[in-house]
């Protein structure tokens, strides 16, 4: 049995190669994926762990804010004197480091990465762990000098003698680039400025006696933990105390994030290949299984039991996927070297060389190949058992409709039923949790219950879609649809392929279209300021900014935005941790804001704070309570609750849920913040467009900053919408290719195991044209139906996500009919292109061979 497995195996490599380059994308992706995100966090773990300092002393910050607020948590640089007497401290010394900075050359424009990494301004201090050495000119020296970072001259165009433009939070300042440094290892892809020690706390900070930190080497013989343990018994809990290990698992976790990012879409695109892909292993073994029925007849009536013939089949898909997973594997090698170089293109220098193969890439890459094929191959499997020697022999052939059919039916309905019920309750549901939860069962269920019962829609539905093949084609176009029909099993399993891909389109689609109408709608009914000024990260920008826009002719109305971490604790006993919006007085001339109780002017009075009117309910607050708010650094006040908003009818320039209190509340609370969003509207006798054009010059230094008006504000949330989009649309395209990939195999069997039907076919007169044009169309009617069931299944899918959007205020419905209309006449492409080597092949057939055809 082993040697006619392998023979068997051999004899049908070629009809097997497309299910096993469904097992090679599977794998790639998964295999890409985990070597790719090894490699990024060995590379920076050993990159922290060589350049932080034995204990690194910082200012104690127990909030964080999920947006940027511009200020720098700083401690007193004299601390260093305190430190220096502590028993195992061989040095102390302070460090200056601040991300709220953006450099400007001479043409005005950025000298900061723009892939989002950050630009950092240091002070200048060479050791043993620095990440940078000087590799041309000199170290800065007092005011007005600086070093940059090879990597972001070399980009940049920025060389020795330059001049640059610092603009800090205190104020801009102007440097002349003296010296250039390389990095001793891998550049985060940080832009990197380094200034004299002496000036930097000045520059920087606004004071020359602040610092962000201290860091401190260890006397020999006194470890990091003992040296910790001395410094926490000298300053107390007023710091954040820790070690080398600790700072470097700081910083790999603040990385870790964006490695997850990469990692889950990566291992979305494996997933997406792994679902489809299995509908092709599936339907390939189903037809070989067909095809030789004889010859598995034949090893039954030779005594082989039900058993081996089982395990005959299943050790030909484990052989697949050996083959599948290890090509997958090199291919996944391949792919982690390809990210690697586009990081090393956007900035970040990973090197090719410290490539890492963990023992858990190959492990999981054969796991995912070898386990989808056997489990995809196990139905096939069984049912070839189930044939007895006799009906084999008589090549009666295996996958019937009888009573699996009916048993799909039963199946299919009560897993139908239970995905609709979810749905429902989803619909139904009155909070963002729950809904959320019972809309992922329900797209699991339904989408379970259309693959199971798919078969069961193939003759109602083609018989709709063929139906004008016959007028349009004649006897050929009544063919292609009855051959569509023949086996539903076949091709229900060869549409699902397509289906899932393009139910997730269809569903994102009217999601993502809901969201841009919902947010149109939000700031046609909020926004009453004629431009918003922005960086075009969201990061805050400098007072100076601020000061230059006030003084522009023709500047009405300028309110502030900046934001603030917070943890209130309320009248139930919860404490939340949020991030709060601080406005100027005017902000009713800026934003239209819909109040549940009290007004804009009450909440942003000083001492007071305005909430959400569902927030509020949740947690027990009412009008007039007291609430005890904590800001960073320590700080903490009482606020009393002045406003009540309406997030729900249109009102808020805060965030949903969160807190609104008056810009001097955070001014006071935390210091040293930055304005995150000027709203501004055009003095009375000034003429929008004329405002436009001053703003546009008052910006001109500052390339980080724009100046948008509603119907820009609205691009922008599109054009942020659109990258999910574009990353569904990635799906579907990786899809359709393995999609593609089943029509092909499933026409291409197809066509061997209808060789003599072909063959008697083109004996009374059917011309090859005609045979191409009898496979184009059956290929097209398959590709359609599958198309038809995913996007009627995206679009339920897309009304209930609608449902849970609309729990967050985002209400409006829309459905792109154009991408839906494009969706399924794209599909008919697909179809037509899936067939033409099948076609091609089968119209090149001899006649004469092929009726002799056994």
Same mark, same amino acid.
């Not at 900075?101 to 950025?110: L, Q, R």
């Not at 927030?615 to 027990?620: I, K, L, Y």
């Not at 919408?721 to 574009?726: D, E, R």
């Given at each position: 049995?082993?040697?006619?497995?392998?023979?068997?195996?051999?004899?049908?490599?070629?009809?097997?190669?497309?299910?096993?380059?469904?097992?090679?994308?599977?794998?790639?992706?998964?295999?890409?994926?985990?070597?790719?995100?090894?490699?990024?966090?060995?590379?920076?773990?050993?990159?922290?762990?060589?350049?932080?300092?034995?204990?690194?002393?910082?200012?104690?910050?127990?909030?964080?804010?999920?947006?940027?607020?511009?200020?720098?948590?700083?401690?007193?640089?004299?601390?260093?004197?305190?430190?220096?007497?502590?028993?195992?401290?061989?040095?102390?010394?302070?460090?200056?480091?601040?991300?709220?900075?953006?450099?400007?050359?001479?043409?005005?424009?950025?000298?900061?990465?723009?892939?989002?990494?950050?630009?950092?301004?240091?002070? /200048?201090?060479?050791?043993?762990?620095?990440?940078?050495?000087?590799?041309?000119?000199?170290?800065?020296?007092?005011?007005?000098?600086?070093?940059?970072?090879?990597?972001?001259?070399?980009?940049?165009?920025?060389?020795?003698?330059?001049?640059?433009?610092?603009?800090?939070?205190?104020?801009?300042?102007?440097?002349?680039?003296?010296?250039?440094?390389?990095?001793?290892?891998?550049?985060?892809?940080?832009?990197?400025?380094?200034?004299?020690?002496?000036?930097?706390?000045?520059?920087?900070?606004?004071?020359?006696?602040?610092?962000?930190?201290?860091?401190?080497?260890?006397?020999?013989?006194?470890?990091?933990?003992?040296?910790?343990?001395? !410094?926490?018994?000298?300053?107390?809990?007023?710091?954040?105390?820790?070690?080398?290990?600790?700072?470097?698992?700081?910083?790999?976790?603040?990385?870790?994030?964006?490695?997850?990012?990469?990692? #889950?879409?990566?291992?979305?695109?494996?997933?997406?290949?792994?679902?489809?892909?299995?509908?092709?292993?599936?339907?390939?073994?189903?037809?070989?299984?067909?095809?030789?029925?004889?010859?598995?007849?034949?090893?039954?009536?030779?005594?082989?039991?039900?058993?081996?013939?089982?395990?005959?089949?299943?050790?030909?898909?484990?052989?697949?996927?050996?083959?599948?997973?290890?090509?997958?594997?090199?291919?996944?090698?391949?792919?982690?070297?390809?990210?690697?170089?586009?990081?090393?293109?956007?900035?970040?220098?990973?090197?090719?060389?410290?490539?890492?193969?963990? /023992?858990?890439?190959?492990?999981?890459?054969?796991?995912?190949?070898?386990?989808?094929?056997?489990?995809?191959?196990?139905?096939?499997?069984?049912?070839?058992?189930?044939?007895?020697?006799?009906?084999?022999?008589?090549?009666?052939?295996?996958?019937?409709?009888?009573?699996?059919?009916?048993?799909?039916?039963?199946?299919?309905?009560?897993?139908?039923?239970?995905?609709?019920?979810?749905?429902?309750?989803?619909?139904?549901?009155?909070?963002?949790?729950?809904?959320?939860?019972?809309?992922?069962?329900?797209?699991?269920?339904?989408?379970?219950?259309?693959?199971?019962?798919?078969?069961?829609?193939?003759?109602?539905?083609?018989?709709?879609?063929?139906?004008?093949?016959?007028?349009?084609?004649?006897?050929?176009?009544?063919?292609?649809?009855?051959?569509?029909?023949?086996?539903?099993?076949?091709?229900?399993?060869?549409?699902?392929?397509?289906?899932?891909?393009?139910?997730?389109?269809?569903?994102?689609?009217?999601?993502?279209?809901?969201?841009?109408?919902?947010?149109?709608?939000?700031?046609?009914?909020?926004?009453?300021?004629?431009?918003?000024?922005?960086?075009?990260?969201?990061?805050?920008?400098?007072?100076?900014?601020?000061?230059?826009?006030?003084?522009?002719?023709?500047?009405?109305?300028?309110?502030?935005?900046?934001?603030?971490?917070?943890?209130?604790?309320?009248?139930?006993?919860?404490?939340?941790?949020?991030?709060?919006?601080?406005?100027?007085?005017?902000?009713?001339?800026?934003?239209?804001?819909? #109040?549940?109780?009290?007004?804009?002017?009450?909440?942003?009075?000083?001492?007071?704070?305005?909430?959400?009117?569902?927030?509020?309910?949740?947690?027990?607050?009412?009008?007039?309570?007291?609430?005890?708010?904590?800001?960073?650094?320590?700080?903490?006040?009482?606020?009393?609750?002045?406003?009540?908003?309406?997030?729900?009818?249109?009102?808020?320039?805060?965030?949903?849920?969160?807190?609104?209190?008056?810009?001097?509340?955070?001014?006071?609370?935390?210091?040293?913040?930055?304005?995150?969003?000027?709203?501004?509207?055009?003095?009375?006798?000034?003429?929008?467009?004329?405002?436009?054009?001053?703003?546009?010059?008052?910006?001109?230094? #500052?390339?980080?900053?724009?100046?948008?008006?509603?119907?820009?504000?609205?691009?922008?949330?599109?054009?942020?919408?659109?990258?999910?989009? #574009?990353?569904?649309?990635?799906?579907?395209?990786?899809?359709?290719?393995?999609?593609?990939?089943?029509?092909?195999?499933?026409?291409?069997?197809?066509?061997?195991?209808?060789?003599?039907?072909?063959?008697?076919?083109?004996?009374?007169?059917?011309?090859?044209?005609?045979?191409?044009?009898?496979?184009?169309?059956?290929?097209?009617?398959?590709? !359609?139906?599958?198309?038809?069931?995913?996007?009627?299944?995206?679009?339920? /899918?897309?009304?209930?996500?609608?449902?849970?959007?609309?729990?967050?205020?985002?209400?409006?419905?829309?459905?792109?009919?154009?991408?839906?209309?494009?969706?399924?006449?794209?599909?008919?492409?697909?179809?037509?292109?899936?067939?033409?080597?099948?076609?091609?092949?089968?119209?090149?057939?001899?006649?004469?061979?092929?009726?002799?055809?056994?």
């Amino acid at each position: 049995m082993l040697k006619a497995t392998l023979r068997s195996f051999l004899a049908h490599k070629g009809r097997l190669l497309l299910s096993a380059l469904a097992i090679v994308l599977s794998v790639a992706f998964v295999a890409g994926s985990l070597i790719f995100s090894d490699t990024v966090t060995r590379t920076f773990d050993r990159l922290f762990a060589s350049t932080s300092a034995d204990v690194t002393v910082e200012p104690r910050d127990d909030l964080e804010s999920s947006v940027p607020t511009g200020a720098v948590q700083t401690l007193p640089a004299s601390l260093v004197r305190e430190l220096t007497g502590v028993d195992g401290v061989e040095s102390a010394r302070p460090d200056i480091s601040v991300e709220n900075i953006t450099v400007v050359d001479g043409h005005n424009e950025s000298v900061g990465p723009t892939t989002g990494a950050p630009t950092i301004a240091v002070d /200048w201090y060479v050791s043993e762990r620095s990440v940078v050495e000087l590799t041309s000119g000199r170290t800065p020296s007092g005011d007005g000098e600086a070093v940059l970072d090879a990597d972001t001259a070399d980009a940049k165009d920025v060389g020795i003698g330059d001049t640059l433009s610092v603009q800090a939070q205190p104020g801009s300042f102007r440097v002349e680039i003296v010296g250039i440094a390389t990095f001793k290892t891998t550049n985060p892809g940080a832009a990197l400025v380094f200034l004299d020690p002496a000036v930097a706390g000045a520059r920087l900070l606004g004071s020359a006696d602040l610092a962000t930190s201290v860091s401190l080497d260890a006397a020999p013989g006194v470890t990091d933990a003992e040296l910790k343990r001395r !410094v926490t018994e000298r300053l107390g809990d007023a710091y954040k105390v820790q070690t080398a290990d600790e700072t470097a698992e700081t910083a790999a976790d603040e990385l870790g994030g964006f490695l997850d990012v990469i990692k #889950y879409v990566m291992l979305g695109f494996a997933g997406i290949a792994v679902l489809v892909g299995v509908f092709l292993i599936v339907n390939t073994f189903s037809m070989l299984i067909a095809q030789r029925t004889r010859e598995l007849g034949l090893l039954r009536a030779l005594g082989a039991d039900r058993r081996q013939v089982r395990r005959s089949v299943l050790t030909e898909a484990v052989l697949l996927g050996l083959v599948g997973s290890t090509v997958g594997l090199a291919a996944g090698i391949g792919l982690a070297l390809g990210l690697i170089r586009l990081m090393s293109s956007i900035g970040m220098n990973l090197k090719t060389t410290e490539m890492v193969v963990g /023992w858990a890439t190959p492990v999981t890459a054969y796991v995912v190949g070898v386990g989808v094929t056997f489990v995809a191959a196990y139905l096939p499997a069984r049912r070839a058992a189930g044939v007895s020697p006799m009906a084999a022999l008589a090549d009666a052939e295996i996958a019937g409709t009888g009573r699996p059919l009916r048993t799909r039916a039963v199946v299919g309905s009560v897993v139908g039923a239970v995905g609709a019920a979810a749905l429902v309750g989803c619909v139904l549901a009155g909070g963002t949790s729950s809904a959320a939860s019972l809309l992922g069962l329900g797209v699991v269920f339904t989408l379970v219950a259309m693959v199971i019962a798919g078969p069961l829609l193939v003759r109602p539905v083609i018989r709709v879609l063929g139906g004008a093949f016959p007028a349009l084609f004649g006897s050929v176009g009544r063919m292609s649809q009855r051959n569509a029909l023949r086996n539903p099993r076949r091709t229900g399993a060869t549409a699902a392929a397509l289906m899932v891909g393009l139910a997730l389109v269809g569903g994102m689609s009217v999601a993502s279209a809901s969201m841009s109408r919902s947010f149109d709608e939000q700031i046609d009914r909020t926004l009453g300021a004629d431009f918003v000024l922005q960086n075009a990260n969201f990061t805050p920008f400098p007072q100076e900014v601020t000061d230059r826009v006030r003084d522009t002719e023709g500047v009405g109305v300028v309110v502030r935005q900046r934001f603030a971490p917070v943890a209130v604790t309320l009248p139930d006993g919860e404490r939340i941790e949020t991030t709060a919006a601080g406005y100027d007085d005017g902000a009713d001339e800026v934003a239209r804001v819909t #109040y549940a109780s009290g007004d804009t002017a009450a909440a942003l009075a000083d001492g007071n704070v305005a909430m959400d009117v569902d927030f509020a309910g949740e947690h027990d607050v009412r009008m007039g309570d007291t609430v005890p708010v904590e800001f960073p650094g320590g700080r903490s006040t009482e606020l009393t609750v002045a406003a009540l908003t309406d997030m729900d009818g249109g009102s808020g320039f805060g965030m949903a849920g969160g807190l609104v209190f008056g810009i001097a509340t955070v001014e006071e609370y935390v210091p040293g913040g930055q304005d995150s969003a000027l709203y501004v509207n055009a003095a009375a006798g000034t003429s929008v467009d004329r405002l436009r054009e001053r703003l546009e010059t008052t910006l001109e230094p #500052y390339p980080q900053v724009q100046a948008r008006d509603q119907a820009d504000y609205k691009e922008l949330v599109h054009d942020q919408i659109a990258v999910l989009l #574009y990353l569904v649309y990635a799906l579907l395209g990786l899809a359709i290719v393995i999609a593609v990939l089943g029509v092909v195999n499933t026409l291409a069997l197809s066509v061997v195991e209808r060789t003599r039907e072909i063959g008697l076919l083109r004996a009374i007169g059917l011309g090859r044209r005609q045979l191409r044009r009898m496979i184009r169309l059956e290929s097209v009617v398959i590709a !359609v139906f599958g198309a038809v069931l995913g996007v009627g299944l995206g679009l339920v /899918w897309g009304l209930c996500v609608q449902q849970v959007l609309a729990l967050q205020g985002m209400t409006a419905l829309a459905i792109p009919w154009g991408t839906i209309a494009a969706v399924v006449i794209g599909s008919a492409v697909v179809g037509i292109a899936a067939a033409l080597l099948p076609a091609l092949r089968a119209s090149r057939m001899n006649v004469l061979e092929a009726i002799a055809h056994e």
